[in-house]
């Protein structure tokens, strides 16, 4: 099926690339492709998407190569999205485009190592991840001659923007353009909802096998349970290794089926027909049940407890705090240790904020493996430079 035909069969109130707002640069479109699988496609040929293979998701790239990374974890993200707007008649090049970009502008070391760069950036704006995604692709990524960044759709971009709660995202003026006000599409909402449905269910198989977590803790937190104890049942003899995936693997579509039955439910109720209807629904559409949102909640928090707040992690995390601090001083008190593509959007005239953006711009981009090299460069005399 053409991509004519594919948006035809979807939804009324799905997003088409043909009323889409349209891209900050006119280009042409592709007469093979429509704009938003083109949006995807420059996504996953970006440097900064390359990038993520390296950077973490709980547990540094040296911990181990089985791990999740910020990489896997953004198909997995993708992949989800796509089967919950595969079942609702929804975009899925849109919602794919938007789970793969919504963690291009992460640092290196997960959230201790955005909570470090924040912190240095208190004084000049702060540091958020969202943002410095969007950054990436408007601003950072050069791969183009006729324009900076990777010109997206808008609702791409959207859909990195208003990917967080609308109570956390920071309301700058220079984000009007994304009118703040309106709901995001239902394929940038599901992308948010099947990043948390990802990273709650794989770092429990990830703190599985660190050996950080086990069945019987875990059995204290009933989404887990039920479904544990329901694979006992259905396999007996089933190893406990292969018990641990199966019950992953049905927590995950338990919550995808939920999702797209309390959508569903709230899309006839709200009697949403158009796009239109859903920027104007005064509320996210997309959402757990109360029932199973209750259920997911109490997973993050025994999560929080025993996995993100486990010594293991806090050890690398304190370390990690360390190395981002130690670096975002070093290159402040003399930018001239800076890199040549960094250093040459610095002027004469830069302001201390611009010299501390372009720095928080390089070391957001690194991954763990070369902010460790760096930091070994520039603070160990026994490190060639």
Known sequence: MNNQGYETILAPYACRSELSRGRRYPEPESSTRNMFQRDRDRIIHSTAFRRLEYKTQVFVNHEGDHYRTR???????????????????????????VALAHDLGHTPFGHSGQDALNGVMKPYGGFEHNRQSLRVIET????????????LSF???????????????PRNADL??????????????????????????HDVDD????????????CTVP???????????????????????????RMINFLIMDVIKEATRHIEKLDIRS?????????????????????????????????YHHYRVVRMAAKATRVIQNLFSAYMENPAMLPPGSLTRLTGNSSEEQRARTIADYIAGMTDRYALDEHSRLFDMHTRT
């Open 71 to 97: 990489l896997t974890h953004s198909l997995e993200v993708a992949q989800i999205a796509r089967s919950i707007c595969r079942a609702m008649g929804l975009h899925e090049d849109l919602a794919e485009g």
């Open 140 to 151: 950072l990524e050069r791969r183009y001659a006729k324009f900076p960044g990777l010109n």
């Open 155 to 169: 609702e791409t971009r959207e859909g990195i923007v208003k990917h967080t709660s609308p109570h956390d995202l």
């Open 176 to 201: 009007a353009d994304y009118h703040l006000d309106e709901q995001a599409t239902l394929e940038a909402q599901i992308g948010n909802l099947a990043d948390e449905i990802a990273y709650n269910n």
């Open 207 to 218: 703190g599985f096998r660190a050996e950080i977590l086990d069945v019987a803790g875990l």
């Open 223 to 249: 989404l887990f349970y039920m479904h544990y104890e329901k694979v006992k049942h259905d396999q007996k003899h089933i190893g406990e290794r292969l018990a641990i995936h199966e019950t992953i693997r």
């Open 275 to 307: 796009m239109d209807d859903v920027r104007n629904a005064g509320e996210p559409l997309v959402g757990f049940s109360h029932e199973v949102r209750h259920m997911n909640a109490e997973m993050k928090r025994y999560l929080f407890k025993h996995m």
